[in-house]
């Protein structure tokens, strides 16, 4: 089992850049793939990145791709995502997810077995 904590999230102007973490603790973070996803007010929750259990591989949603990079510390047990050229649709409860999944990219929720409590991102146009 492992718990995330994210941090990072805050308020910033579009065009601008934030940097999001999660901090695990518990079992290894080398031991899942992991993921963000958000959520904004009245949507459901969707996928935006994912990585491989060594960082080998990752995989954006296309409404990121190019903006944001995710990335990960296996030593440091910390994922990020780094968010450049924010724009207000961005603006959303940030959350990271840990899975055991085999299969990559896992763009479902329910793929996911670990849930961090999330992080509010707020972009003003």
């Known amino acids: 089992q492992v718990q995330l904590v994210e941090s990072g999230g805050g308020l910033v102007q579009a065009g601008g850049s934030l940097r999001l973490s999660c901090a695990a603790s518990?079992?290894?973070?080398?031991?899942?793939?992991m993921g963000w996803f958000r959520q904004a007010p009245g949507k459901e929750r969707e996928f935006v990145s994912a990585?491989?259990?060594?960082?080998?591989?990752?995989y954006y949603a296309d409404s990121v791709k190019g903006r944001f990079t995710i990335a990960r510390d296996n030593a440091k047990n910390t994922l990020y995502l780094q968010m450049n050229s924010l724009k207000p649709e961005d603006t959303a409860v940030y959350y990271c997810?840990?899975?055991?999944?085999?299969?990559?990219?896992?763009?479902?929720?329910?793929?996911?077995?670990?849930w961090g409590q999330g992080t509010q991102v707020t972009v003003s146009s």
């Open positions: 990585i491989t259990r060594y960082g080998r591989f990752t």
């Open positions: 518990g079992r290894a973070l080398s031991t899942y793939t």
């Open positions: 997810t840990a899975g055991s999944s085999p299969s990559f990219p896992n763009t479902g929720s329910r793929n996911y077995d670990y």
